[in-house]
């Protein structure tokens, strides 16, 4: 077996293209602030939306329910890993979708190969929007259905795959946010199609749950589609409820099947039962804290209001997730390192996660950011000179 010369070459080639990737080491919590190399940043690129991954009484649920049930889980939900914790807030994230029953997984990344390849297989077929979120497109490869994606949002390109596929079961998967892009998907006319073809409708509500929909129950509940026009929905919890797993809600038929098939459910170890008891206490919070979201919203409004005097190209989006398009990977990172120089961190977002070319600053705004701070970070878009 020869040397790892080959990787060296590969990676040598990234960093030449700017592609290359390295990690930042926080030495704090998640917030508004934050800690990198004994220097506070202000902090314009986490998913913590509505300001919760460091709030008081979440953190005093889980200690709380880690002197009661222990750090660990010690084992997968089917053998004796499911704890009362688990189980307590599979019932509240049911009963908050408004569907029969849910199911807790570790990570969102889990949730969604586990849920499509329980439910398709050889001789099925998948769609997936173009933009996805890696874990759904990824999942979709992986489950032996046929795999093919759309164009962006664009439903006469979904239409047509639908009306020349042979698979014996569809199914159509999409972001109901787009991570990167942080608009919604077209999931009304989704739901049409997929009714139509007699296929199944997945969407992966990621960045949604939480920010928007009544009590924060996402894009399903903005758009009021139910659970048969939409019988498959992916949660994460490491988004706006600030704590980390994921999930998925729908019938009785749906998670008992994933019980039965869901290989990421099954053969790994459940979550630690403080985690979900924290979550609960976040859930809590998510649906009576409206403040949050319109909070979020009005940050949102400013910040958008503020771009569109300034000669960048904001992306059309409503949502916390705000990017500004800038292209070329490199400008990108020079831009990302002069706001760095100002200190606000916005994380440079580069192929392969983006397509090629549109490099971009995700910038994502949060209930805990102040008016002041979404000035400063207006104000060192207005100083930038590239
Ligand atoms: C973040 C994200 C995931 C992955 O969730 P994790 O819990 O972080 O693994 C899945 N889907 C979408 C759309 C996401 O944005």
């Excluded at 849910?102 to 001789?123: C, E, P």
């Excluded at 509940?221 to 988004?239: D, Y």
């Excluded at 070319?357 to 207005?382: C, I, K, N, P």
Aim: one cysteine or more; glycine letters at 10%; hydrophobic letters at 45%.
């Amino acid at each position: 077996m020869a040397g790892f010369d080959e990787l060296a070459i590969d990676l040598a080639q990234r960093r030449n293209q700017h592609l290359y990737r390295s990690r930042r080491v926080l030495e704090g919590p998640q917030g508004a602030q934050i800690k990198i190399n004994g220097k506070n940043l202000l902090n314009f690129c986490s998913n913590d939306y509505l300001g919760l991954a460091n709030h008081p009484q979440i953190i005093q649920a889980f200690k709380k329910a880690a002197d009661t049930y222990g750090v660990g889980s010690g084992a997968s939900h089917l053998v004796n890993g499911h704890s009362c914790c688990h189980h307590a807030l599979e019932e509240a994230l049911a009963e908050f979708t408004g569907r029969e029953r849910v199911l807790l997984f570790s990570t969102g990344y889990m949730a969604n190969l586990g849920v499509v390849s329980a439910l398709v297989g050889r001789g099925d077929a998948v769609f997936e929007d173009r933009l996805n979120h890696a874990s759904l497109l990824d999942a979709g490869r992986l489950s032996r259905a046929r795999f093919q994606r759309y164009a962006h949002a664009d439903m006469a390109d979904l239409h047509e795959k639908l009306e020349r596929s042979r698979g014996h079961r569809k199914l159509i998967i999409s972001d109901g946010v787009f991570s990167m892009d942080g608009d919604l998907a077209p999931v009304e006319k989704m739901a049409q199609q997929a009714s139509d073809s007699g296929a199944w409708l997945m969407i992966d509500d990621a960045h949604g749950l939480g920010c928007i929909g009544e009590g924060g129950r996402g894009t399903l509940s903005q758009l009021a589609l139910s659970c048969a026009e939409v019988p498959v929905l992916v949660g994460t919890l490491g988004k706006a409820f600030g704590t980390g797993g994921a999930f998925v809600a729908g019938s009785e038929i749906l998670i008992e099947t994933l019980i039965q098939k869901a290989r990421t459910y099954i053969y790994t170890t459940a979550m630690p039962p403080a985690l979900a008891a924290a979550t609960l206490a976040s859930l809590k919070l998510v649906e009576v804290e409206h403040w949050r979201r319109e909070k979020l919203a009005a940050l949102i409004s400013r910040f958008r209001t503020g771009m569109a005097a300034l000669p960048l190209q904001l992306m059309p989006s409503t949502t916390a997730i705000q990017p500004v398009l800038i292209g070329d990977s490199e400008k990108t990172l020079k831009i990302s390192e002069q706001l760095l120089q100002a200190g606000i961190l916005v994380t440079a977002i580069r192929p392969p996660t983006v397509p090629k070319g549109t490099a971009r600053l995700r910038v994502t705004l949060s209930a805990a950011h102040s008016e002041s701070q979404v000035d400063q970070l207006l104000a060192a878009f207005a100083a930038i000179s590239v």
